[in-house]
């Protein structure tokens, strides 16, 4: 019986609207990795809460800090595609110590949009990001700058075409 009701002109209509959805859906959230791509995306992230977490000496001009991040894949893929996310906080753990833009002038310095955390006196800002690959590992060499006397908090997940393993260090 159910074979004759999904034949009925009316649940054609009903087919291509959620079609419709799903192709709506599938825009919204583009992503080269997904089940409906057919490609899986893993996470690739440690179990700790924070990778790093760090109390900065006091400074009064704005400091260079280096981490590299280091994704090893399980060798499954010739060419795997990663990408690379960062949480970084600063001054502590909330949603108000999150990154977000700067407008206007923070601790004598003047930004145009720019993205990073104040509280006044303490700055943290986004530098520079570069990545190189090798073999089936990917390396990404983050910049970022402070100014003043906090503790910052950085979480780097991955999100891979295959597993693997990550790494972060601070180098500078």
Known sequence: MDGVTTAL???ALVRRVRKAGNLNRELKAAQRMSGASGQLSYEIA???TWDLSQALPNTT???LLTF???VTTDGT???PEVRLYLDVR???TGPSNKFSYLNGSYAGYLFAAKLGWSSGGDLMTTGSQTRTMTGNQHKWIVNLYYQGAFTYYLKATA???CGGTISVVRTA
């Open 68 to 70: 590299e991040i280091t």
């Open 77 to 79: 893929q010739q060419w």
């Open 9 to 11: 002109p009316e649940q």
């Open 46 to 48: 440690t179990t700790n």
């Open 90 to 92: 600063a001054g502590g």
């Open 61 to 63: 001009s704005q400091t």
């Open 159 to 161: 999100r891979a075409s």
